[in-house]
Nanobody, 123 residues
Framework: QVQLVESGGGLVQAGGSLRLSCAAS????????MGWFRQAPGKEREFVAAISWSGTKPYYADSVKGRFTISRDNAKNTVYLQMNSLKPEDTAVYYC????????????????WGQGTQVTVSS
């Protein structure tokens, strides 16, 4: 069982950067794979990035590959999403998620979710 709280969202111009943080509380955070998902207005929630418990296996959606970087600091119980070269189509509520065991990019496999943080990218 883990509780997640996202932060770091905001308004940024196209081409800019934001760094999202997800602070976790609960038991055995280091054993969880962590993921970032997003949901834009009128769209379904989609996979953005995920990282294994060791932090050595990051995975990215094609739409963000090369622009976003996921990382984690198990000592601080925190996972990050560095977002560079932001585009208006990146506008969405970004959610942090956690699951025990291996990394997957299907949202239904993640039982633990944060409340989300808004990212708005303007032209």
């Amino acid at each position: 069982q883990v509780q997640l709280v996202e932060s770091g969202g905001g308004l940024v111009q196209a081409g800019g950067s934001l760094r999202l943080s997800c602070a976790a509380s609960g038991r055995t955070f280091s054993s969880y794979a962590m993921g970032w998902f997003r949901q834009a207005p009128g769209k379904e929630r989609e996979f953005v990035a995920a990282i294994s418990w060791s932090g050595t296996k990051p995975y990215y959606a094609d739409s963000v590959k090369g622009r976003f970087t996921i990382s984690r600091d198990n000592a601080k119980n925190t996972v990050y999403l560095q977002m560079n070269s932001l585009k208006p189509e990146d506008t969405a509520v970004y959610y942090c998620a956690a699951k025990s065991g291996s990394v997957y990019y299907t949202s239904s496999l993640y039982p633990h979710w944060g409340q989300g943080t808004q990212v708005t990218v303007s032209s």
